[in-house]
């Protein structure tokens, strides 16, 4: 069955730590994404890649950096965790194209440092 | 620019009673798509409909339907005899040929209680 799974669910850290957010998707869609939602509940873009070797920076400026070096996988990695990095991450993908295509979500990491 | 409006944040209704969820949209763009997600406690945004700009055809799926009307720049989601499953945030979106992600609202909160 074609998915997309995001690992850990929930991670609880300490200050400083390197951590590292997978994703993953079997859809073999080229577009992937990563979003941060806030407690507030707002959904904001912070990572986006059309295809490997692609990243770019979305409209939330993250200290996070990705790599897409297959075309499933999509990685998320803070080198120094702070408090203010707490948050949900969302990962999603979406087929090559036009921005007609829906996109589909992983079930998200809940972060929380300490 | 692009922007999604769901001016309301919480709303609690009793099982049974129909529910509209309010999305205003603007952007420059003759070309959008415009969808709408759910978001369960369990934290995965699932895609429930996309619209595009020149199909206002109101849409019925079982007790979901959608009214998009351009001339009020808006894309309403109605829940009609609401259960205690539909409890969730929903989140409008807009995409267009210009952009290369989706641009969210905020989110309603729904709270159907038996």
């Known amino acids: 069955e074609a998915d997309i799974y995001q690992t850990p669910r929930y991670l609880v850290i300490g200050t400083g730590k390197k951590i590292t957010l997978e994703c993953s998707q079997t859809?073999?869609?080229?577009?992937m994404y990563w979003y941060q939602q806030d407690p507030g509940m707002e959904l904001h873009l912070i990572h986006y890649?059309?295809?490997?070797?692609?990243?770019e920076k979305g409209d939330l400026s993250s200290e996070s950096t990705v790599s897409r070096i297959r075309t499933e996988h999509f990685p998320l990695t803070l080198e120094s965790a702070r408090p203010s990095h707490t948050s949900q991450y969302l990962c999603?993908?979406?087929?090559?194209?036009?921005?007609?295509?829906?996109?589909?979500f992983g079930p998200g990491t809940r972060l929380t440092v300490l | 620019a692009q922007k999604v409006t769901q001016a309301q944040t919480e709303i609690s209704v009793v099982e049974k009673e129909d529910v509209t969820l309010d999305c205003v949209y603007e952007?420059?763009?003759?070309?959008?798509?415009l969808f709408w997600y759910k978001q369960p406690p369990s934290g995965e945004l699932v895609f429930l409909i996309r619209?595009?700009?020149?199909?206002?055809q109101n849409e019925i799926s079982g007790r979901y339907s959608w009214n998009f009307q351009k001339s009020t720049s808006s894309f309403n989601f109605t829940i009609t005899a609401s259960q205690v499953v539909d409890s969730a945030v929903y989140f409008c979106?807009?995409?267009?040929?210009?952009?290369?992600?989706?641009?969210f609202g905020k989110g309603t909160s729904l709270l159907v209680t038996p």
């Open positions: 999603a993908s979406s087929e090559i194209g036009g921005s007609y295509n829906e996109q589909f």
């Open positions: 890649s059309y295809g490997v070797n692609s990243t």
């Open positions: 979106a807009l995409n267009s040929n210009s952009g290369y992600a989706l641009n």
């Open positions: 619209r595009n700009s020149f199909d206002e």
């Open positions: 952007t420059r763009d003759t070309t959008y798509y």
């Open positions: 859809m073999g869609h080229d577009k």
